[in-house]
């Protein structure tokens, strides 16, 4: 064989290889995925990458919990958000709060206190988004994951919405296998009703 042919050979298989090695594998999102997946407001969920699975597909879900149907400008809710599947080994979410029209930021989200490890919020035009840390993507659980976070109301008379996706995972470093679960939660300014 001809030098170059040996030198073009080698090239094509290493481009194959490197082709197959990435293949399914993915690096994961183990701090959060990145701004834009809360699965609101057009913005695609986790499922965007975890599409071997039909959404919301099988047992499992995920709720968000803590917020009353009416809410109470300046109030401090806290929020948490809950993830189930059987036999899942890794978790992980992104939740937004945002105007119902306009999809907009509406109140301020951080992680409740003591969750700072497990909870982190990010920034991407001008809207928060609240996602798992590397240390609150194992389940708090057998089967179960779960992340705590403080809503501060807005003062406000529009209707307010939450978005979260989450992932169920079981942790083989690919994106098969895995379960995504998504869940929306509107509430209204007025005075907060007993939860």
């Given at each position: 064989?001809?030098p170059?042919a ?9 481009s194959?290889a ?18 834009g ?8 969920s986790?499922?965007?990458?975890h599409?071997h ?36 080994r ?6 937004t709060?945002?105007f119902?029209d ?28 609240a996602?798992?840390?590397?240390a ?8 179960t994951?779960t ?15 939450f ?6 995972a ?5 994106a ?12 209204v300014?007025?005075?907060s009703?007993?939860?």
């Amino acid at each position: 064989m001809r030098p170059r042919a040996v030198a073009g050979a080698a090239t094509l298989f290493a481009s194959a290889a490197l082709f197959v090695s990435a293949g399914p594998r993915v690096s994961g999102y183990a701090d959060g995925a990145p701004p834009g997946f809360s699965g609101g407001f057009n913005e695609e969920s986790c499922h965007a990458c975890h599409f071997h699975r039909d959404l919301n597909s099988g047992p499992g879900r995920v709720t968000i919990a803590g917020l009353p149907a009416r809410v109470l400008a300046g109030e401090r809710y806290r929020l948490t958000i809950t993830l189930t599947r059987p036999e899942m080994r890794l978790a992980g979410f992104q939740l937004t709060a945002r105007f119902k029209d306009g999809g907009t930021q509406a109140g301020t989200l951080a992680p409740a206190p003591g969750e700072e490890a497990q909870v982190g919020i990010d920034v991407s035009r001008d809207v928060q988004y609240a996602n798992q840390r590397k240390a609150g993507a194992s389940p708090a659980a057998s089967d179960t994951g779960t992340w705590s976070l403080v809503w501060i109301a807005p003062q406000t008379s529009d209707p307010i919405v939450f978005h979260v996706a989450a992932n169920a995972a079981d942790a083989d470093n690919t994106a098969e296998g895995d379960y995504v679960h998504t869940a929306a939660v509107e509430v209204v300014p007025g005075r907060s009703e007993p939860q």
